[in-house]
């Protein structure tokens, strides 16, 4: 049976060092993308696979954060948790477990965009969790057709959507597309405090409990005010 997450977390709470200067003075989930915010496009991808609470963290420019997501008038409920000190992706999630509940949950990053293909991307990848085999579930991008700096890549990934990282000096084909399926059982090993989810997705890897699908439709990499604009370029062109 197809998991249905009701909850889910978007990861708002960086400095975003890298899109400045348009992050000075606001957060970077609230830059505006094809007429709206980034946040809010990703609450709608959220809302449009039935997810019903939304936990938010904020650190740079928390305020904003918070008078956007009270502004807001459309599901998803969002709940905002500030973070006097960065927790980073991993540590932030952990510490909203109280409010994901016990049961698999979505997590988006809060500069993450992409376009659906012929099903929603979320829906696809709760359509490919199961609990028996793993813990969590990763949405990735083609690397090839990304117009930006991504490095040497992310995940190899075999025909069973078991991935693997890089290797010594290999260029692997996949990145991670900002999006994921989990169970809290996948930070069950997780000490309280700042932490990447690589460390636990690391772990998983060793497990054999970490899958992946990738990405059907189109996908943006947000990292510069460069990319934004090519991104937003590319958008009205369709």
């Known amino acids: 049976m197809t998991v249905r997450p009701r909850t889910a977390m978007i990861l708002a709470a960086g400095l975003a060092t890298r899109m400045r200067p348009l992050t000075d003075h606001t957060a970077k989930p609230l830059l505006r993308l094809a007429g709206q915010t980034l946040l809010d496009h990703a609450l709608d991808r959220l809302a449009e696979v039935g997810v019903e609470t939304v936990v938010v963290n904020a650190h740079w420019h928390a305020d904003k954060l918070a008078a956007h997501l009270a502004a ?81 890549g992310d995940f190899a990934l075999d025909p069973w959507g078991v991935p693997r990282r890089p290797r010594e000096f290999e260029l692997v084909p996949y990145v991670f597309a900002g999006a994921s399926i989990m169970h809290p059982a996948l930070l069950r090993d997780c000490m309280p405090g700042a932490f990447s989810l690589n460390q636990p997705w690391n772990q998983a890897l060793a497990a054999g409990r970490l899958r992946a699908i990738v990405h059907d439709g189109d996908w943006f990499h947000l990292s510069t005010p460069a990319d934004l604009d090519d991104a937003e370029t590319a958008l009205a062109g369709r």
């Open 72 to 152: 807001r008038a459309t599901p998803p409920r969002t709940v905002l948790r500030r973070e006097a000190q960065l927790l980073e992706t991993g540590g932030g999630v952990l510490a909203a477990l109280d409010l994901l509940g016990p049961e698999p949950f979505f997590v988006v990053n809060g500069d993450a965009f992409w376009l659906n293909g012929p099903s929603p991307a979320l829906a696809r990848l709760a359509a490919a969790f199961d609990p028996e085999v793993a813990d969590a579930v990763l949405l990735l991008q083609r690397a090839a057709p990304v117009m930006a700096e991504i490095g040497r």
